[in-house]
């Protein structure tokens, strides 16, 4: 689309500019003469069914009909903000990281939210406990084990294990009642500018979706029922999927044959970046492919108006533990699944 209105109000965006930052200009209230316009900046993540959606610095989603934009262009990246990592409680990034792994199905219990997508990840197919489940505590287990086994799904809790008292009551209630605890984890953060603060690798291809190649490289979607994998990974404010393809004609990097030697996903929601799915094939690791992938991907979420990054690591992964520690990531907070014991649903 590109028009000309009244001789000064021009759109000279088109969907090829989905990615980029823009201004735009549109319409507010009923399109009648005399109708106020108002402004949005913010990166342009769709454009399809005649609606703009654009993501606010703040992670806020604006979607405008295209039959109401008079004015758009592409406007400079936003700078590099090397500060420190914002201040933020468990409960804050917990939402983050909800809203970049998002699931399929919710459904609200109180201040808990039940997730389930086919069973691909835990993240996505728990209980994520913010507060009070407006009901007695074993009311809601209750419930939450009959919405688990309609879906043919273990119930499982997310628990934070940081200062969150609420949250430790939570761990103490569930372990009374025989809910088991597994997959151990920690959210880390770190600044994000000193991730990109290298020169760009013309090994590293980005992409707005994961494509085959990615998904074969990617371990943890073999299995997943149906599509699953492919709509939570493709799901959150603004998506981004890294790939060092095997023979890369720049390095000659790998087998040509062989598939992706490095992937990652980064999902840029306001202020966080939310880094996952980091992964070098075993004949290319101790190569600094996780590192030049991480740093693609940071460079992007910078340009979205991102500062500040985050990951989710199991406690047992000595590797990425180490890795992330050199980039400069911190604990944020631990937190584990906690399991309905067998036999619980009534």
Same mark, same amino acid.
């Not at 342009?44 to 654009?54: K, N, P």
């Not at 029922?225 to 404010?237: K, Q, S």
């Not at 944020?332 to 649903?345: D, I, L, N, V």
């Given at each position: 689309?590109?028009?000309?209105?009244?001789? =000064?109000?021009?759109?000279?965006?088109?969907?090829?500019?989905?990615?980029?930052?823009?201004?735009? =200009?549109?319409?507010?209230?009923?399109?009648?003469?005399?109708?106020?316009? /108002?402004? /949005?900046?913010?990166?342009?993540?769709?454009?399809?069914?005649?609606?703009?959606?654009?993501?606010?610095?703040?992670?806020?989603?604006?979607?405008?009909?295209?039959?109401?934009?008079?004015?758009?262009?592409?406007?400079?990246?936003? @700078?590099?903000?090397?500060?420190?990592?914002?201040?933020?409680?468990?409960?804050?990034?917990?939402?983050?990281?909800?809203?970049?792994?998002?699931?399929?199905?919710?459904?609200?219990?109180?201040?808990? /939210?039940?997730?389930?997508?086919?069973?691909?990840?835990?993240?996505?197919?728990?209980?994520? @406990?913010?507060?009070?489940?407006?009901?007695?505590?074993?009311?809601?287990?209750?419930? *939450?084990?009959?919405?688990?086994?309609?879906?043919?799904?273990?119930?499982?809790?997310?628990?934070?294990?940081?200062?969150?008292?609420?949250?430790?009551?939570?761990?103490?209630?569930?372990?009374? =009642?025989?809910?088991?605890?597994? +997959?151990?984890?920690?959210? +880390?953060?770190?600044?994000?500018?000193?991730?990109?603060?290298?020169?760009?690798?013309?090994?590293? +291809?980005?992409?707005?979706?994961?494509?085959?190649?990615?998904?074969?490289?990617?371990? +943890?979607?073999?299995?997943?029922?149906?599509?699953?994998?492919?709509?939570?990974?493709?799901?959150?404010?603004?998506?981004?999927?890294? /790939?060092?393809?095997?023979?890369?004609?720049?390095?000659?990097?790998?087998?040509?044959?062989?598939? &992706?030697?490095?992937?990652?996903?980064? *999902? *840029?929601?306001?202020?966080?970046?939310?880094?996952?799915?980091?992964?070098?094939?075993?004949?290319?690791?101790?190569?600094?492919?996780?590192? *030049?992938?991480?740093?693609?991907?940071?460079?992007?979420?910078?340009?979205?108006?991102?500062?500040?990054?985050?990951?989710?690591?199991?406690?047992?992964?000595?590797?990425?533990?180490?890795?992330?520690?050199?980039?400069?990531?911190?604990?944020?907070?631990?937190?584990?699944? =906690?399991?309905? &014991?067998?036999?619980?649903?009534?």
């Amino acid at each position: 689309m590109e028009f000309t209105g009244g001789g =000064r109000l021009e759109v000279r965006i088109t969907p090829d500019d989905v990615g980029k930052r823009v201004s735009v =200009r549109s319409l507010t209230g009923d399109r009648v003469p005399g109708a106020r316009f /108002t402004d /949005t900046v913010g990166v342009l993540t769709s454009w399809t069914s005649g609606v703009l959606e654009i993501t606010r610095r703040n992670g806020r989603i604006v979607a405008l009909p295209e039959d109401d934009v008079v004015a758009a262009k592409t406007v400079p990246d936003a @700078p590099a903000r090397r500060r420190g990592v914002p201040a933020a409680g468990a409960h804050e990034l917990q939402r983050v990281a909800a809203r970049c792994w998002p699931a399929l199905e919710t459904e609200r219990l109180g201040e808990w /939210t039940l997730r389930a997508a086919h069973g691909f990840t835990s993240r996505a197919n728990s209980v994520l @406990p913010m507060g009070d489940p407006g009901t007695g505590l074993d009311a809601a287990l209750e419930r *939450v084990t009959r919405w688990y086994d309609a879906r043919a799904l273990p119930a499982k809790i997310q628990v934070t294990t940081g200062d969150v008292d609420d949250d430790r009551v939570l761990a103490r209630a569930l372990d009374e =009642r025989g809910w088991t605890a597994e +997959r151990h984890a920690v959210l +880390r953060t770190g600044a994000l500018a000193p991730l990109a603060d290298r020169a760009p690798d013309p090994r590293v +291809r980005l992409h707005r979706t994961p494509g085959d190649a990615w998904l074969g490289a990617y371990r +943890r979607a073999e299995g997943a029922a149906g599509d699953a994998a492919v709509r939570v990974l493709c799901g959150g404010p603004s998506v981004w999927f890294a /790939t060092v393809p095997g023979g890369c004609p720049d390095t000659g990097v790998g087998d040509s044959d062989a598939g &992706p030697v490095a992937i990652g996903r980064c *999902v *840029v929601a306001g202020r966080w970046a939310g880094f996952a799915a980091v992964e070098v094939a075993p004949s290319h690791r101790r190569q600094g492919l996780a590192t *030049v992938v991480m740093a693609e991907l940071a460079r992007r979420a910078l340009r979205e108006g991102a500062s500040a990054a985050y990951l989710q690591v199991e406690t047992g992964n000595a590797a990425a533990l180490a890795l992330y520690d050199r980039l400069g990531f911190a604990d944020h907070h631990a937190y584990h699944y =906690r399991r309905a &014991p067998q036999g619980s649903t009534p």
